[in-house]
């Protein structure tokens, strides 16, 4: 059954106008039709099954029928520190990590970034990724829609002292991930850009006590890195293991 984020207060009986993107999908790319069944929620837990009760290229109109208090979150709350990387390998690392049950998405502006973005396109940037984010959530069944943050860089994150089990990829780590016991709180996971860290930016993270840790004899690419480690995570400590 379709599932469409709309940023809108729903409740049993409410008629929804669609926003624009999700009217367009379900219009024009999915071709629904009046009485069709969807699903909506709105990112603050649960969903509503709705029918669709007008359809045309302008506007599609659902009802929404009773509330299902139905979640499909990980155990693990896991928020990933990302390296700014270059057009569609930043889109993938995003939408997979949503879909592998990250919760919250923190850009870093680093030195070895591909991508520099000026105030104007970093918020262009951050409602494009967000789309991703949606995007990921109504594909994957999540009904908590994890935030993107506007992006940083490494000092300025590092001022507003994420807390809980702090991680950073390196490939030069001894530690892996199966040494250290399951978390209690958050888990913040820092992986770095294309060109990896520089070495005052590990330097940083390591004295802001992060614990770098690797995943294996091979060297990861950005887009592939974070997605392994958080795949990792939740096999040894999250709802994959079972």
Known sequence: MPRFFVNLPLGP??????????SHHASRVLRLVKGSEVVLFNGHGGEYPAVLEWVDKDMVIARCREWRDIERESPLDIRLAQGISSGERMDYTL?????LGITAIQPLAMRRSVV????????KRVAHWQGIVMA???QSGRNHLPIVAPPLDIPQWLATAPQGLKLFLSP??????????????????VAGP???????ESELIRDFGFLPVRLGPRILRTETAALAAVAAMQVLWGDYAT
């Open 13 to 22: 009986g409410a008629k929804i106008e669609l926003p624009p993107v999700p």
């Open 194 to 200: 294309e060109g990896g860290f520089e070495p005052e």
């Open 95 to 99: 939408q997979k990590a949503v879909e």
């Open 116 to 123: 520099k973005l000026s105030m104007e396109r970093a918020e």
């Open 172 to 189: 030069e780590a001894e530690t892996s991930l199966k040494s250290l016991p399951p978390p209690i709180g958050p888990v913040w996971l």
């Open 136 to 138: 990921a959530c109504e």
